[in-house]
C-alpha cells in the first residue's frame, strides 16, 4: 500500500527566507518522486522530479532525495509571496511517471508573508 | 505546444446521471491519466491509458471508467451519480516513456446535487 505523507500547514515563512517542505513515503519500492505546487483553484503544476539520492536544483528550488529514510524534501530558496500555494509531493513505483500512476501526499500548504 | 485540454470545465448533474469528461493531451503524449481531487482525500489516481489501453487502475467503484482513442484523446465516464462524486476531475497527459513526467489540464469541477 503506497501511502505518502506531508505536513498540511500552514507553513508561514517570511519574504527572502527559506522554505522546507517534507514529505514522506510508505513504500520503498518508489523509483520516481515528483513535487507539484497548485494555486487556488488551480490544477497542478510541475515543479520538480528526482529519482537519485542527493540533491537537484533547479533555480530556487532544490529536491533532496533519501531512500534509505524514505524522505523527500523541497526547499525554496529566496522564498517570494508568489510562491504562497500548496505544495504537493508524489511518488511512483516506476522511474516514469505512468504505468502505476501517481500517488500525492495531502500538500502542505505555504505562505509567504511579505 | 499547446497544453492539456479538458472539456468542460465546470459541469453540474443530479444524483442518479451519468457524465462523460474529454480530455485532449499535449500533441505526441501518448499516456493519459485521470485523477480525482476533493478536500477531503486530495488527489487519488483513477487510471492510466496508453494507446487506447487501461495500463492500470486505481482503487474506485466500476462506476468510474474510461477510454482512449487513436489520436490520444481521452473520456472519462461515471454512471449512477453519487453526491460523493463532487470533485476536481484532473487529467494528465505524458509520452509514456520511463523518465517521462505528468502534466496536468486545468480540470472538470463536476458538482452533483
Known amino acids: 500500500q503506497k501511502e505518502v505523507e506531508q505536513n498540511s500547514g500552514p507553513l508561514s515563512v517570511p519574504e527572502g527566507a527559506i522554505a522546507s517542505l517534507n514529505c514522506t513515503y510508505s513504500d520503498r519500492g518508489s523509483q520516481s518522486f515528483f513535487w507539484y505546487r497548485q494555486y487556488s483553484g488551480k490544477s497542478p503544476e510541475l515543479i520538480m522530479f528526482i529519482y537519485s539520492n542527493g540533491d537537484k536544483e533547479d533555480g530556487r528550488f532544490t529536491a533532496q532525495l533519501n531512500k534509505a529514510s524514505q524522505y523527500v524534501s523541497l526547499l525554496i530558496r529566496d522564498s517570494q509571496p508568489s510562491d504562497s500555494a500548496t505544495y504537493l509531493c508524489?511518488?511512483?513505483?516506476?522511474?516514469?511517471?505512468?504505468?502505476?500512476?501517481?500517488?500525492f501526499g495531502k500538500g502542505t500548504h505555504l505562505i509567504i508573508q511579505p | 505546444k499547446a497544453g492539456v485540454t479538458q472539456t468542460p470545465r465546470y459541469l453540474i448533474k443530479t444524483r442518479g446521471q451519468q457524465v462523460t469528461l474529454s480530455c485532449s493531451p499535449i500533441s505526441g503524449h501518448r499516456s493519459v491519466s485521470w485523477y480525482q481531487q476533493t478536500p477531503g482525500q486530495g488527489l487519488q489516481f483513477l487510471f492510466e491509458?496508453?494507446?487506447?489501453?487501461?495500463?492500470n487502475k486505481g482503487n474506485f467503484p466500476g462506476r468510474f471508467s474510461g477510454r482512449q482513442f487513436s489520436n490520444s484523446r481521452s473520456e472519462m465516464n461515471v454512471s449512477t451519480l453519487e453526491l460523493g462524486d463532487s470533485a476536481l476531475y484532473l487529467c494528465a497527459s505524458e509520452g509514456g516513456g520511463p523518465t517521462d513526467t505528468q502534466y496536468f489540464g486545468p480540470g472538470t469541477r463536476l458538482t452533483v446535487l
Open positions: 491509458y496508453f494507446s487506447e489501453t487501461q495500463r
Open positions: 508524489a511518488v511512483n513505483k516506476d522511474s516514469g511517471g505512468g504505468a502505476d500512476g501517481l500517488t
